[in-house]
């Protein structure tokens, strides 16, 4: 019994034989289910409907060859991947991810937890998410082409604005969207809205840079409220430094708080003063350079190898931004120990499901991926629509629209938190939310 529900706990063994050793994939999967018990207690015709047998399913799984020439003429292999998940509510969205450590577990994992996520925002999209094990690091910007070219070369045949529209995740931004697009275009003649994350010159939305940080902030400014709290004199540690930290960094900053630590891979920095961000885009966005180049531009802050020490600073709001499970038990009972009265994820399942149990027995005020993260794919919704009607909207309507959302998603978690869970416990809230409105729609387009 590892969900404690009869009913839950047989389809999770089901799930468990048929993706053997898929660990995050199963991570996710249970973490859901855990949440589920209350609604199937409470709905026997959803379990009568076989809905969530067939939601862990997904509808479509490609997997393909990328070959692509590098810089010296010599041939590399890739594999490149499209889960296309659940497309109840409207067309496959969700991101496309460039890491080595991506495989079919990933790649199932994010396209299973999009899902919830794309419902929460109330916007018409199913969940899908893709990718490669390329590794964009220490590559020239002609191999991220042709690397590019090559995966589109194979992807065109399965998306398209109203079938499936990827957009960035870990290693694809603006540069790497640009060249997909390029290539899509190129191979179909269609100029049309199949990708988000585009640059503004081509179809692209104001504020989807900053979407998921801004969002990430904006849900957790929520949080803060419900408690008569706010930003403002609150020490924050991100992890990361990448497209969610950078503007979750920002957007804190402007909220009135002080950002004393940001990562990479490598290593993290502490600047007691606060974080200069400018040094870090520099850095990030301008030369895709490392972290620890901040110290020789301030060289008051410090930097430590190793990216997990950053949980042991002192803070009051944690904001992990980088990857999956980036923070175990232990680093949650460090942050627990320091204080730590927030935590709210920006990257995607980055708390095991043990830190997620800690952080909600200690008290802290928890805001789980699916819904604080949404930001980012909500406001790709938001670049679809314009492009469908062929206009653009200002970067005010754009995050006025953004900041709305952000908060009908908090006020449904936390609604659905109280009705089936605990008032704050916002992952059971986030999960059931998200999850009804796919089963109802599944249900009532004959799913059996
Ligand atoms: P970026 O590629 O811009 O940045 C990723 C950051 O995370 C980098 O600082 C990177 O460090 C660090 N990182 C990546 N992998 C690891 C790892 N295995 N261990 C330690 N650090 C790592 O990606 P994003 O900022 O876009 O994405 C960050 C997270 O947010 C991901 O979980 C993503 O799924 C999630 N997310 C992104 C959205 C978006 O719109 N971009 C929307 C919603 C969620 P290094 O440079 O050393 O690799
Ligand atoms: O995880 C995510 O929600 C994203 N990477 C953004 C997906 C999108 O389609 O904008």
Known sequence: MEINNAYLDEVYARVCARNAGEKEFLQAVKEVFTTLIPVVEKRPDIVESGVIEQIVEPERFIQFRVAWLDDNGKMQINRGFRVQYNSA???????????????????????????FKNSLT??????????????????????????????????FKYIGPNEDVPAGDIGVGAREIGYLFGQYKRITGDFSGVLTGKGLTYGGSLVRKQATGYGLCYFTNNMLKAKNDSFKGKTVVISGSGNVA????????????????????????????????????????????RIKEYIDAVPTATYTDGCRGIWNIKCDIALPCATQNEIDEADAKKLIANGVKYVCEGANMPSTIEAINAFLSAGVYFGPAKAANAGGVATSGLEMSQNSIRLSWTAEEVDQKLEGIMKSIYDNASKAAKEYATEDNLVAGANIAGFLKVAEAMMAQGAL
């Open 246 to 289: 950078i503007y979750a960094c920002e957007k804190s900053t402007q909220l009135g708080a002080k950002v004393v630590a940001m990562s990479d891979s490598n290593g993290y920095i502490y600047d007691a003063d606060g974080i200069k961000l400018d040094v870090v885009k520099a850095i990030k966005e301008g030369r895709r350079g």
């Open 122 to 155: 109330g916007l018409p999209m199913g969940g899908g998410k893709g990718g490669s094990d390329f590794d964009p690091k220490g590559k020239s910007d002609a191999e991220v082409m042709r690397f590019c070219q090559a995966f589109m070369t194979e992807l």
């Open 89 to 115: 509510i409207g067309p496959y969205k969700g991101g496309l991810r460039l890491h080595p450590s991506v495989c079919s577990s990933v790649i199932k994992f994010l396209g299973f937890e999009q899902i």
